[in-house]
Nanobody
Framework: QVQLVESGGGLVQAGDSLRLSCATS????????MGWFRQAPGKEREFVAT????????YYADSVKGRFTISRDSARNTVYLQMNSLSPEDTAVYYC??????????????????WGQGTQVTVSS
């Protein structure tokens, strides 16, 4: 069973950047499609980005396309989310997730088997 630990969240101003990290352990990293989701207060958890096992297929939510970049480092068993041009609308708890049930990409919360504890991102205006 894989464990996921997110880090890198914090309080920033609009227009700033942050890089989130998700360190994995307990599983074979290359076997998992990885995803990032976020949940704002009072809202449902929503898809942000996903990356295939090989890293060759990547998809983003329209709301973050062009501003966020997902990547994975097999040597470190870690997936990243680089977030640029942050706005207050990006404020949320960000979760890392993993699934072995898909090969290329997965964008629904129910597609994922494993979740991290989340990291808070707060963007002030």
């Amino acid at each position: 069973q894989v464990q996921l630990v997110e880090s890198g969240g914090g309080l920033v101003q609009a227009g700033d950047s942050l890089r989130l990290s998700c360190a994995t352990s307990g599983g074979t990293f290359s076997s998992y499609v990885m995803g990032w989701f976020r949940q704002a207060p009072g809202k449902e958890r929503e898809f942000v980005a996903t990356i295939s096992r090989s890293g060759g297929s990547i998809y983003y939510a329209d709301s973050v396309k062009g501003r966020f970049t997902i990547s994975r480092d097999s040597a470190r068993n870690t997936v990243y989310l680089q977030m640029n041009s942050l706005s207050p609308e990006d404020t949320a708890v960000y979760y890392c997730a993993a699934t072995a049930s898909f090969r290329f990409a997965a964008s629904r919360t129910r597609d994922y088997d494993y979740w991290g504890q989340g990291t808070q991102v707060t963007v002030s205006s």
